[in-house]
């Protein structure tokens, strides 16, 4: 009998296709059913996939009362979570899904509610904390080698062309779209929640983008961290990687990371001079694969207990500074977060 995790996936759109070129979809996971409002693409995914005996409908209910799965893969839109989740959750199923978590505040609270009183995993693919780089930077700040962070600084500039597809035309599609990466990175980095944010949004001469594709922000972060941001995707020449790059300054030093392998650091010495230090190499462990790594994550803490990093009740505070920072622009002044780094619905 197979151990793999029996799972529908909902949503059969361009995303889910990543998720199951995955190696740990193909050796954890079995697709016992596809829930698409197209059922032809679905049917034409099952085919693909060779998924002959999964169940295909367009009612997710109906397609999990049908096959009785452990889990579900949300690919769908953002505006679906709250449903998709929700209903999944209703019938005993751990979750995990796409980013960003919601759409609102409101669904995220709702969702991050129904897995407590369900009892189930639900999780989000936040797969840029699965870098190894990035985890040597993280390393790196813990050791305490800089002294206590108080300025982080990113840049994100890219000209990134979807063609014709719902990132063209969306309102904000680099913060709501992208720059939920960035935030949890930031998050990552620093251990720190959302105290409050000033954004500014704008759409750059010569954009392909109907909303504003670039942005700056102003982040000031529990610890009395400040994190700067500044980001474009209509961004032509001298591009950044899309994991940033980044500056982070402490109290005794600061170090830079390209964004991929690159690092420089110097520190306080006892003479009172700032010198360079190398930023050592670790193990990662299994924090490495990007979505593959969320995906083995998630499977193991099902199966063996646990809660993975991404865990929707840490990740809502990521979502918190995408959705300040909208409702800063939008409103032209500064954006206040609750206590607990949330904001209001």
């Not at 402490?250 to 230090?277: F, I, K, M, N």
Request: hydrophobic share 40%.
């Amino acid at each position: 009998m197979s151990n793999k995790l029996r799972t529908v996936l909902a949503g059969c759109g361009a995303i889910s296709h990543h998720w199951m070129n995955m190696t740990a979809c193909k050796e954890l996971v079995e697709i016992v059913g596809l829930v698409d409002l197209d059922t032809d693409r679905a049917r034409a995914f099952a085919a693909q996939y060779q998924l002959q005996d999964a169940v295909i409908g367009a009612s997710l209910g109906e397609v999990l009362a049908a096959t009785g799965p452990e889990a579900v893969f949300d690919c769908t839109v953002p505006a679906a979570h709250v449903q998709v989740v929700c209903e999944a959750l209703q019938h005993g199923c751990h979750v995990l899904g796409e980013k960003p978590l919601a759409d609102t505040m409101a669904h995220a609270q709702e969702m991050v509610q129904a897995a407590q009183q369900a009892g189930k995993i639900y999780a989000v693919i936040q797969n840029r904390r699965y870098d190894p780089n990035i985890r040597r930077l993280r390393a790196f700040l813990d050791s305490g080698a800089i002294g206590k962070i108080t300025t982080v600084q990113c840049n994100f500039l890219l000209a990134a062309d979807f063609g014709d597809n719902f990132r063209t035309v969306m309102a904000h599609p680099l913060v709501l779209d992208m720059a939920i990466h960035t935030f949890d990175a930031a998050r990552l980095i620093t251990s720190a929640r959302p105290q409050s944010v000033y954004c500014q949004e704008w759409n750059p001469a010569g954009s392909w983008y109907r909303g504003d594709a670039a942005a700056a922000a102003i982040f000031e972060m529990s610890e009395g961290i400040v994190y700067t941001y500044l980001g474009s995707w209509v961004a032509r020449g001298l591009n950044t990687p899309w994991e940033c790059e980044w500056r982070v300054i402490g109290d005794q030093g600061s170090v830079c990371w390209d964004g991929v392998d690159g690092y420089r650091a110097e520190t306080l010495g006892d003479d009172g001079q700032c010198h360079p230090v190398a930023v050592p190499e670790i193990d990662a462990g299994a924090k490495t694969g990007g979505h593959d790594g969320v995906i083995r994550e998630f499977v193991t803490c099902v199966r063996q207990g646990g809660t993975p990093e991404t865990t929707a009740t840490d990740n809502i505070y990521s979502l918190a500074m995408v959705l300040g920072a909208i409702a800063s622009s939008e409103q032209g002044a500064k954006v206040t977060f609750t206590q607990e780094g949330l904001l209001v619905p």
